[in-house]
């Protein structure tokens, strides 16, 4: 089961996160099944790129701080058919968190009181982080911008 993580983002990376946020059918859903071999010839390319750019950006992931912020996903404006039932299934703090951070925002002012208020109510639920590991990274990456990543 994928959960969404609360990662900062480093200077420089915010086009990396917007070009890996997504992937091909969240973009464009899949060509129809009798579509001609070209459309899903293009899609595999389309998905071949932007899976590249992910995967790149989850390289640079991989050894940060995180906090976990709840079971499932939600990508916003999604066409692809399971990210849209793993939105449903996601509850109320990681649909604010994504919602609120998906264009890497920067952890202050009134996002940061909103993301410190969302997850405090919730902190040591559905496979989120204890309160004092959220904090902790709040605290830490309080001006910094930080994503929502589904892993």
């Known amino acids: 089961m994928k959960h969404t993580y609360l990662y900062p983002l480093k200077e420089g990376e915010r086009w990396l996160w917007r070009a890996g946020r997504m992937d091909g059918a969240d973009l464009f859903s ?21 899976g590249a750019a992910r995967n790149q950006l989850h390289e640079r992931l991989h050894e940060r701080e995180r906090i976990c912020v709840g079971r499932h996903y939600v990508i916003p404006g999604s066409l692809c058919e399971v990210a849209q039932e793993r939105a449903r299934e996601a509850d109320q703090a990681v649909h604010r968190i994504t919602e609120a951070f998906w264009d890497a925002q920067h952890l202050d002012g009134i996002p940061y009181a909103n993301a410190y208020s969302w997850l405090k109510k919730v902190a040591g639920q559905g496979g989120r982080d204890d309160w004092k590991a959220i904090r902790n990274f709040l605290v830490a990456y309080r001006r910094w911008r930080v994503i929502p990543v589904w892993m």
């Open 30 to 50: 899949s060509p129809d099944t009798d579509a001609p071999d070209v459309e899903w010839s293009l899609s595999v390319g389309i998905a071949d790129a932007v």
